[in-house]
């Protein structure tokens, strides 16, 4: 097993902007590197009953207030760990899968004007038309959605995933076999970060005898 260390609220902070910049690099270096041309996916007949509605990328981009949000307000050190690993698990499996089987959405036209005119903007930007098959923005919202549960936060851990699920269709940045793609891949990373990593654990003090 792995020796890592364990996220306590001390140094959650550095660890959340250490884990931010591995998935940038994990990510947009995925997305620009292929072992084969990238897979146009289509719409299956749900995708097509879908519409498209610009607004809803604020949910969309609300991802990146809930995952710190879920690892900051995680039950206890372990959780917090086990949680914080799991979205690393979860980014490092999605990449080996865009490196390896790279997948692309035709993107849509980006709204004139106004705020969300400029969010989708910087959207485009900064994300790349790849690495949509599993949706990496499901799987973290879910593994979030199981911290905060375990938080007994049962209506948002619920509820705010299934919005950004919902969001990533409402934008076209995704296709339902994203979603389920996905929703496997926050299981499969929870399910193995405690089978591969142990914490670095705090050792007791030891009193002097007769202290």
């Not at 914080?84 to 036209?109: H, I, K, N």
């Not at 038309?129 to 938080?151: D, E, K, Q, T, Y």
Request: proline content about 6%.
């Amino acid at each position: 097993m792995i020796t890592a260390p364990v996220i306590r609220r001390q140094n959650q902070a550095l660890a959340l902007g250490l884990g931010y910049a591995a998935f940038c690099v994990l990510y947009l270096g995925s997305g620009a590197f292929h072992l084969r041309p990238p897979v146009i996916l289509g719409a299956s007949a749900v995708d097509r009953l879908i519409p498209f509605i610009d607004w809803t990328i604020w949910i969309y981009a609300s991802q990146f207030t809930l995952l710190p949000l879920a690892v900051v307000q995680a039950r206890d050190d372990a959780d917090r760990s086990q949680g914080f690993y799991a979205m690393l698990a979860a980014t490092a499996l999605a990449a080996a899968v865009f490196v390896s089987w790279p997948t692309q959405l035709e993107r849509q036209g980006v709204p004139a004007g106004g705020a969300t005119g400029l969010a989708w903007t910087v959207l485009y930007l900064a994300d790349t038309p790849n690495n949509c098959f599993p949706s990496l923005h499901v799987a973290l919202a879910a593994i979030a959605g199981r911290l905060l549960w375990r938080r007994e936060r049962r209506v948002v851990a619920v509820a705010w995933p299934v919005m950004i699920a919902a969001a990533t269709l409402t934008t076209k940045q995704h296709v339902a076999w994203d979603i389920a793609g996905g929703l496997v891949l926050a299981a499969v990373a929870w399910t193995l970060v405690p089978k591969l990593l142990r914490h670095e654990r705090a050792q007791p003090i030891r009193h002097a005898a007769g202290a």
